[in-house]
């Protein structure tokens, strides 16, 4: 009898057991469109973000289009609609930001607001299966979903500069579309796309140009919370612009009216671009190319330029250091969390090999990241020229010199050079030859100063047509001095570079680039490639910083480097750029 209760008394705990367990919730399969969906917390509506575009890689064949370029940072807050999720530019002017029409939509990302339930029986009771709330209002759901496929259709007008100068509504078409990823988290939110245009009024002022007119760019577009990246003891200072031609910094503007309402001269406030000067470190990551063994000369010259840098900084009292760790897998050059060194390897038909755009804070001008953009491809093209003028240097030098050994008999060899030498890099003849080049010093002169006009003559069948290619031709290089960009033409390899380039070009016989072979050709390149590297990274690293071009530079003799300054820094010869 005993054995009958204690079996019973089992077989009821059991059932109680069971009944008391609660069955699995089964939810709602997420749909998944490049991102999975996410909680609207994730988005902070009350926060400011700084927001910039870019562009990643690009086709090297396009002339309509450079890889790596960035556009002005902007500030800007999110703002969840109807069926979008809405990136506004909200009013500077603090006395007018509570009219909703004054803040500017950058963008609308279209989006499907969602929710989920539990799916009740027709007694009101949860069956322990979710289904998708549809009856209430899209305000109230928690959830929402990027429209990958209508987002990759969007005409971005926050596109970077160079491409709405470039991709004029005229001259090309969109022909293809697609949403590559997205990134959301916290505090930060980064868009991908991928778009292929066709090209119908292509530069001829481009000399490398293609008859391909079809390209693809990939586009990033990166967003972080302000307050996350900002130094909150940063202190702006106000830039007067008097010397931005001479020398001069980029700049942050800022427009308030006055109080009466009026736009005045006090109405435009400029602060220097800089990194925080209280900072100590700022970390540049070095992009894949950097680890590649045939780069190893490369990765060298970039550690010596930062350490020449930072010595730089050293005798000038700053405490900012400048520090270089290789990129994890992953990192984009279009985060704007992330200062990086990026060697874009392929050759461009646009002929950059430098460039240099920081990211600054709009309200206080900080520079709260930057990127050095190091197009070796194309420097390698440009090797051949910078070779050419090398052996015309020498020979006209070993000319000049045998005939200044007839007539100096008193002089030895040694002495004749070192006098001419002298002679030619003193500050004075510097200045001189500057000014003489470049007819008189000012920005307009030396951008024509590399602009070949007699050269374009072959481009153009007539001369109303050559005057227009050559004013095509000055604009690019405006363009290019006024936006941290470094062309091919500007590297001056002329000058004793060292040892190794003499015996470089003693070894191929001082022949004239197109009768060297191939493994000649390479050994030249081995050579004289970290020469045009070094001057171009720093130049760009300089852009960083916040520096303009220097356009009256040689007009600053009494601030040049002596040659005993130079010999100190390791240099042989004075540094033009």
Known sequence: ???????????????????????????????????????????????????????????????SSRPYWTSDTKRV?????????????????????????????????????????????????????EEESKDIPWNKKRFFILKAEEI???????????????????CTKEVRSEFIKAE???????????????????????????????FTVRFQHSFVKRSKIVSPEYKPIRYTRADEGNFGFFSTQQLTLDVDNNDVVGSEKYFFDRFNPERKEVIYYLSEGFKKPANAAIR????????????????????LRLKLEDAPPGMSPGD???????MEEEPQSAGLIGYGPHAADPLTGEAISAKTIMYLGTMKKYIKYNYDELVQAKQALSAANSSAVQQANSLTLADSLRARTSARNSPAEAASRMARAAGSIGSDDVVNHHIDVKALQKYALNSKEHSAIAKTAREKV??????????????????????????VLEEVGMKPWIQLSEAEKEKVIAVLLPFVWTPTLIHEMGHNLGLRHNFAGSEDSANFYTPAELAAMGLKRPAQY
């Open 336 to 342: 704007i969390r992330y200062s990086m060194i990026v």
């Open 152 to 170: 990759a259709l969007m005409q971005f007008n926050g596109m970077p500069m160079e491409v709405e100068k470039f991709f004029g509504s005229s």
């Open 184 to 214: 959301i988290t916290g505090d930060i939110i980064n868009l991908i796309l991928e778009k292929t245009f066709q090209d119908s009024c292509p530069n001829f002022a481009d000399f490398d140009d293609t008859p391909d007119l079809s």
């Open 1 to 63: 009898m005993k054995n009958t209760i204690y079996a019973g008394a089992l077989m009821l705990s059991m059932m109680l057991v069971g009944c008391t367990k609660e069955k699995p919730y089964k939810e709602v399969p997420k749909r998944v469109t490049g991102v999975v969906e996410m909680n609207k917390t994730v988005i902070d509506t009350d926060a400011d973000y700084l927001y910039a575009p870019s562009t990643l890689q690009s086709d090297r064949k396009a002339t």
């Open 478 to 503: 405006e363009f290019m001095s006024k936006n941290c960009m470094m062309s091919g033409e500007m590297i001056n390899l002329a000058g004793d570079m060292g040892d190794g380039v003499d015996k």
């Open 300 to 319: 060298k010259a970039t550690e010596e330029s930062v350490a020449a840098i930072n010595q730089g900084l050293t005798s000038a009292g700053a405490k």
């Open 77 to 129: 807050r999110f703002v969840f609609a109807d069926n979008a999720l809405k990136v506004i530019q909200p009013e500077a002017d603090g006395r007018f930001s509570e009219n909703p029409t004054s803040a500017r939509v950058v963008m609308a990302l279209p989006i499907d607001h969602v929710d989920y339930k539990c799916a009740e029986d027709d007694f009101g009771k949860c069956t322990h299966k």
